[in-house]
């Protein structure tokens, strides 16, 4: 994030940035406590927030500093090299309703040591 | 929050030592990045996540060293006073569908200089 930026700015931002697509209607879907532990001390912490996305505006870059950028269908979430908490949160916002809330604790070499979850609907 | 807490968990649990009540089923409602300035210098940032509860469980606290606590009709939080950012804040989650973000910038003597929001629903 930027400084002043809301999240919503901000993901409306990253995403432009890195597809040139506008995403239309952003929702927040997880809010997620990042931290890094190096034995028992904890080394880094940060927010993290996933949003989806009813729509998008724009002609996509076919590829960026980052790589060449694919559409994928939800299913194949399940299978594709990622950080086993982002799986977890992209499969949460993608088909549960609500938000969910959690902590992923990794190592310096970005294992993943710990996870815990809750989650909410609006009634 | 304490190091390693969810927003949900530290939700829970600043309520519960503020009120002696747990709130069941509490529901994110806002997220909002707050900024002091001191002139055109920005001096401290920090998030601000609102939640309602559904419902609630335990004995109330008669006082705490925060005050004598008391319940509001939810058209109170027009009059009451508090920052006006809260009250905006404690309007919508109480009574608008969906999420809200936004950002708030004070003076370093907490005068509101300037608000701006934005809001999504799931649809």
């Given at each position: 994030m930027e400084s002043g930026e809301s999240i919503f700015e901000a993901a409306q931002r990253e995403f432009k940035e890195e597809t040139n697509l506008t995403p239309t209607s952003p929702h927040l879907k997880g809010v997620y406590t990042m931290i890094i532990k190096d034995g028992e001390k904890t080394v880094d912490e940060w927010m993290l927030y996933t949003f989806i996305a009813y729509g998008i505006e724009g002609e996509q870059f076919q590829e960026t500093r980052e790589g060449i950028l694919e559409w994928h269908p939800i299913e194949a979430l399940r299978q594709l090299p990622m950080a086993e908490g982002d799986r977890n949160n992209l499969l949460f916002a993608a088909l549960d309703e609500g938000i969910q809330y959690g902590t992923f604790t990794y190592t310096m070499?970005?294992?993943?040591?710990d996870e815990r979850f809750q989650s909410s609907k609006e009634t």
């Open positions: 070499d970005y294992e993943l040591i």
